[in-house]
């Protein structure tokens, strides 16, 4: 099993580099989560990373951390502590932005492959949603669904297993790109107009949405 998710943890917010360190006997590389587009508004960032071993894995959760703190907001750079015994493994790197009453703003993220302090570009999406859940569904771009194309979704808490629904039919395509962003080609047979969406992790955890996309 990897260390990433026994030896990842977030540290502090900077406005610039470090260099990577060591802890004791064990090598410590630094993976900077570098976001921009940070909305106003914002009052806590929330990373999430998973690690790609025989398969994704989630690393263990990380508590949402004050934006007051900073002189700079905007990109805002969250600095993770990692095990260099995971150099060279994909990582999966995503963050939320929320407001002082919890409500969704924003997501991002990507993936790379972890190296010496490895910098991760996101440009957030604005996903605004007065919902506050384990999983979440926020967004889909575009919200114009067209049978064969893709559409992607953004939202909080996918997982590399998540299934999609979209009306009565089960999308089989659907590409995890982090725990907040799903690449889904939309099924063929779907009747035109509003249409729901569904997402399901294998745990159970389910969220629906009625007024995020439409089919053409």
């Not at 004050?66 to 260099?84: E, G, I, Q």
């Not at 007065?130 to 926020?138: E, F, K, P, W």
């Amino acid at each position: 099993m990897s260390y990433l998710r026994r030896c990842l943890g977030l540290l502090v917010f900077v406005l610039g580099g470090c260099a990577g360190e060591t802890s004791g006997a064990e090598l410590i590389y630094q993976l900077r989560l570098q976001a921009s587009g940070v909305p106003a508004s914002a009052k806590y960032i929330e990373p999430q990373v998973s690690v790609l071993d025989s398969e994704w894995r989630a690393a263990a959760a990380i508590v949402p951390a004050d934006l007051a703190t900073l002189t700079k907001r905007d990109p805002v750079t969250v600095l993770l502590r990692v095990s260099a015994y995971d150099s060279g493994q994909r990582v999966a790197v995503a963050a939320r932005l929320l407001d002082a009453s919890n409500q969704l703003l924003a997501v991002g993220g990507g993936q790379l492959a972890l190296t010496r302090d490895a910098t991760l570009p996101v440009s957030l999406v604005e996903t605004v949603d007065a919902r506050h859940l384990a999983l979440q569904l926020a967004r889909a771009v575009p919200s114009k669904l067209v049978a064969g194309r893709v559409t992607t979704l953004y939202g909080w808490g996918f997982s590399p297993s998540v299934q999609v629904d979209i009306g009565p039919q089960r999308a089989t395509q659907v590409q995890w790109m982090s725990s907040v962003e799903l690449v889904v080609t939309v099924p063929q047979g779907l009747m035109a107009g509003p249409v729901t969406v569904v997402v399901q992790n294998p745990g159970g955890e389910k969220d629906s949405r009625v007024d995020l996309a439409s089919v053409e």
